[in-house]
Structures are given as structure tokens and as C-alpha cells.
């Protein structure tokens, strides 16, 4: 089955500066990536996704790079502010099932730092 | 107008009690889904319905005990519960293979 590893577990960034969180995945199958944010008490909800016939998407400050070669797949937040600061989970799903067999990474606890 | 609602949203209870958590969605999703969330924060995915019809039923121990009475309901019961079920529980839902919207979580906690 699939398999997704998140790195880093913790990252802190001073405000203003970018943050970058890296996926890798075992199954050449999965065709869908999608990201979700977390904020403390809350629930996780999506930012961003991608799939497989792109290799990058860009929504503000928010941009997924989705490298299937390699299997592996990253979100870029730009110009981080407060706000930002939140656990971030990727996922990865296979073609068929999609979101129904969606297998998500770790988490990366992120802290902006003002 | 909640997408995903689940009751209770806080549950304390003791060792051996049974208890359930209910879910409902109104987005007209044809799947749902329970998670549950350790306090190392992994997200892992316990029961998929498909229109009423389990797809999914990962390894889970035959105390959970997931129920469906329409694609719009998913009800998770729990028998004899343990120490280690304490979590947060969260359903979901999806249309087929699109984005999963997950409810607002259900905080158990097994004293």
C-alpha cells in the first residue's frame, strides 16, 4: 500500500521569510496530492492539491510542486505571516480510489516567529 | 449550515463504557469516512463508506463498529473502551474521488 513520509516534523521561520515542506511517496500509482492545514482545536482543511499531469500549482502565496519521477511532491508558503502557523499534512491517493484511500504523511508543525 | 457535523464534540468516559459518535453531512456526498488523530497528531483513516456500502475497514479492532442508515449518516459505536482509544475522531466526507471535508472533530477521552 502506500506510503507517505513528511519532513520536516517541526519548522519555525521568522515572519516574511518562506517555508518549505517535503513529501515522498512509495506508490507510482497515487495521481492525487492533496495539502491540509491545521490550526490548534481545529479541524485539518485543505489549501491546496495537485495531480499528476501537473508539475506545479500556485494559489497566492501557497504553491505545490509535484515531482513523479523522483515521488515526491513539496508546499512552498511565501512571505509567511502569523496566520500561518498551524500543522500541515500532505496525502497522497492512487488513481482509482482517489480520495477514498487517501494515506496522509506525519504533519509539520510550522511556527511563524514575528 | 455546517458541511460536516458530529456529536459530541467532547466525550469523557470511563474504561469498559460503550459510547458513540455521530456524524452528518449535507453536501450530498456520496462517501464518508471516520479518522482518528493520536496525540502525535497522525491522521489515520479507520472506515470508508460508499453510498451506504463499506469500501474501506482498515485494521481496526472489532470494538469500532462503524453504521450507515443513509449516505448522508455515519455513526461510529465503540465498545468497551480502552486507555489507548483516546483521540479525535473525525469524519469526513467526498464526493467519490474529489476533495474530503472533515467535521469539526469529536474529543474522546477514556479515563
Known amino acids: 500500500g502506500e506510503n507517505v513520509e513528511q519532513h520536516p516534523s517541526t519548522l519555525s521561520v521568522q515572519e516574511g521569510d518562506s517555508a518549505v515542506i517535503k513529501c515522498t511517496y512509495s506508490?507510482?500509482?497515487?495521481?492525487?496530492f492533496p495539502w491540509y492545514k491545521q490550526e490548534l482545536g481545529k479541524r485539518p482543511q485543505l489549501i491546496i492539491d495537485?495531480?499528476?499531469?501537473?508539475g506545479e500549482k500556485k494559489d497566492q502565496r501557497i504553491a505545490v510542486t509535484l515531482n513523479k519521477t523522483a515521488k515526491h511532491f513539496s508546499l512552498h508558503i511565501t512571505e509567511t505571516q502569523p496566520e500561518d502557523s498551524a500543522v500541515y499534512f500532505c496525502?497522497?491517493?492512487?488513481?482509482?480510489?482517489?480520495?477514498?484511500?487517501?494515506?496522509f504523511g506525519q504533519g509539520t508543525r510550522l511556527t511563524i516567529n514575528p | 449550515d455546517t458541511a460536516v457535523s458530529q456529536t459530541p464534540k467532547y466525550l469523557v468516559t470511563q474504561m469498559g463504557n460503550d459510547k458513540s459518535i455521530k456524524c452528518e453531512q449535507n453536501?450530498?456526498?456520496?462517501?464518508m469516512y471516520w479518522y482518528k488523530q493520536d496525540s502525535k497528531k497522525f491522521l489515520k483513516i479507520m472506515f470508508s463508506?460508499?453510498?451506504?456500502?463499506?469500501?474501506i475497514n482498515e485494521t481496526v479492532p472489532n470494538r469500532f463498529s462503524p453504521k450507515s442508515p443513509d449516505k448522508a449518516h455515519l455513526n461510529l459505536h465503540i465498545n468497551s473502551l480502552e486507555l489507548g482509544d483516546s483521540a479525535v475522531y473525525f469524519c469526513?466526507?467526498?464526493?467519490?474521488?474529489?476533495?474530503?471535508?472533515f467535521g469539526e472533530g469529536s474529543w474522546l477521552t477514556v479515563v
Open positions: 469526513a466526507s467526498s464526493q467519490y474521488l474529489n476533495t474530503i471535508y
Open positions: 506508490d507510482s500509482a497515487s495521481n492525487y
Open positions: 495537485i495531480r499528476s499531469n501537473v
Open positions: 496525502a497522497a491517493a492512487p488513481a482509482l480510489q482517489g480520495a477514498q484511500k487517501l494515506v
Open positions: 453536501l450530498g456526498h456520496d462517501t
Open positions: 463508506y460508499n453510498n451506504k456500502e463499506l469500501i
